[in-house]
């Protein structure tokens, strides 16, 4: 979505998300989630936690953002933010 | 909202046409090419909500409107992770949840119109720290700032908080920056003919 329409929706049904102000469709934001997961994956933790964090941002609702950052905890050794983050994941996909 | 991850086929050796790394290329292109920036696009929502500010009857009608029942559920739901994150004091031990939890707080600016102040203000004590994930002060005072200005949740609060959310949106154009370069990084290896 750019600036103009924006800009042009009503006020009402603008986007909820800054996921959603910048146009990113499911299939795009599937392929940053497997990205990130690639990152996780090949131990990229510090470049896994930008992307994780800028997919937090865009889209907090999406359950699997959560998984994702639930797995990043349990590989630092962090359980109790591990479970926080799948119970926060399951309540998104709720 | 849901969403179903692709076939991760980012450094694959068999992928000839790799659909996940394609659309991982327009998930960036969309957001470094040739749009507004997210800050032009933050700054018109900000401005939106201000406005809204000037009427409290246009403003609880202007929520009502905006969130829908089922996006309050999950918006209930995180607030109660939310607090329960914020408070067993992960941003002051851990760098890497400090980033988390920072992104998180502001996601929400754009979510409900009384929350850009609220976020404004973590985004403007993290920017503040320097380097986000390292102070563990500044995270301190911008939780302090989120209890305190959600208390308020007042019409004057946020006109008074305009400067702090424009800085808040700062923050999210950098976090936003950081996610892209860490993209680009992983599109330009699957391209280098060195790496395949």
Request: aromatic letters at 6%; one cysteine or more; hydrophobic letters at 45%.
């Amino acid at each position: 979505m750019t600036f103009a329409s924006y800009q042009n929706r009503p006020v009402a049904n603008r986007g909820m998300t800054i996921r959603e102000l910048r146009g990113i469709n499911d299939d795009e934001f599937a392929a940053a989630l497997s990205a990130a997961q690639k990152l996780l994956d090949g131990g990229a933790e510090e470049a896994a936690v930008d992307v994780l964090a800028g997919l937090a941002m865009y889209d907090p609702f999406c359950p699997e953002v959560w998984r994702l950052v639930e797995q990043l905890c349990r590989r630092r050794g962090e359980p109790e933010a591990a479970n926080l983050f799948a119970g926060l994941s399951r309540a998104m996909a709720a | 909202m849901n969403v179903s991850m692709p076939p991760n086929d980012f450094g694959s050796a068999t992928a000839s046409v790799p659909s996940g790394a394609t659309m991982l290329g327009d998930f960036v292109d969309k957001i470094s090419g040739g749009q507004d920036s997210l800050t032009a696009i933050l700054s018109a929502s900000f401005q939106d909500q201000s406005l809204a500010a000037s009427s409290e009857r246009q403003l609880i009608r202007f929520q009502r409107v905006k969130v829908r029942r089922q996006h309050q559920r999950r918006m209930e739901a995180m607030k109660k992770y939310w607090e329960a994150l914020s408070k067993r004091g992960f941003w002051s031990k851990l760098g890497f949840l400090g980033k988390i939890l920072g992104a998180l707080s502001l996601a929400l600016a754009p979510v409900t119109g009384g929350a850009s102040a609220v976020v404004g203000g973590v985004g403007a004590a993290v920017t503040g720290a320097g380097s986000i994930g390292e102070s563990v002060v500044k995270r301190q005072i911008a939780s302090a700032q989120v209890d305190k200005m959600m208390a308020q949740q007042s019409i004057d609060a946020g006109k008074a908080k305009i400067d702090t959310t424009l800085e808040g949106i700062s923050a999210t154009a950098e976090y936003e920056k950081n996610m892209v370069g860490r993209l680009q990084e992983m599109i330009e290896k699957q391209h280098s003919p060195t790496l395949r």
